[in-house]
């Protein structure tokens, strides 16, 4: 009597395409651990990372999708390399790790690395907030109190806290479409991302939330600082993360990072139906933030490109 099949799992050629699509590194944005290392036998190594399956490969299992034919379950495209741990995790608290999340990994990890290598070109999102085309007229806020600035469309509402904190500017015809930006001492956190965790938590308490990417975008946020020996303006690429998420009616696109005890935000929001038409505005607002610090601030208006620097 046959026996039945329980579980899709990959072929042996899948599972090292997977692994080698991202140089055997983890693909969660947020982890990068390399998954081999040298055994003691000369001959061998020990891996420490596993093909995960996006959607589970049998009935029952974290994300199975019942729509899937046993061949696309088995294939590359239902796959992503993680180390055991993240491997383990995913599955756990599949609420917050659902597929499209794991697919946007998979996707940013295999151009991440194609990027390193420079066997493609550098997507303009990632260059500078100087080169990326969008239709609006755009101007640089500045937060004195807390020394950042960004890129704001030049005609839009805005708003300020009598704090001082940031800034709120909304689309004249929608008031929620939005793009704001602050700056904060309060850390609870020890690390970023230990800080993005918990603001995603506090989402998730809220009402409807659904991550769709967490990504690295250390080279895209600047701080500027003055030379050591010419006193010049440079800057210098500080550590920064970016959560796509939906949230009741809106999707976000929004960019945290910290330096010297202090935390900065942007996060623009818009109506789910219409963030395709806003996204290049978004990610070129985002990736503008420029955290220059207070004896910095007077310098703001007058931040030189990445082309005038190279000079």
Known sequence: MAIERTRDDFPAKIKRALAYRVSLQCSNPLCKLPTAAAHSAPDEFNCTGEAAHITAASPGGPRYDPTLSQTERCSASNGIWLCRSCARIIDTDEGRFPPSLLRCWKQEAEASLLATLKLTPESPVVQSDFTLETPFELHREVNIRFGFSFLVPEHWNRWNPQNGDGAKFAHPDDEEIEIRGWGGYGILHDTLESSVEWYMDVLRKDGYFELISLSDVTRSVCNIVESDEDKELVQQGIKAVRMVYRSGKCSYLHVKTRVSGTEFDVRCQVPSERYAEFRSLFV????????????????????????????
């Open 284 to 311: 070129h607002s985002t990736q503008s933030l420029r955290i220059l610090g207070t004896t910095m601030a007077a310098h703001a208006k007058n931040i030189p490109t990445p082309q005038e620097l190279a000079r």
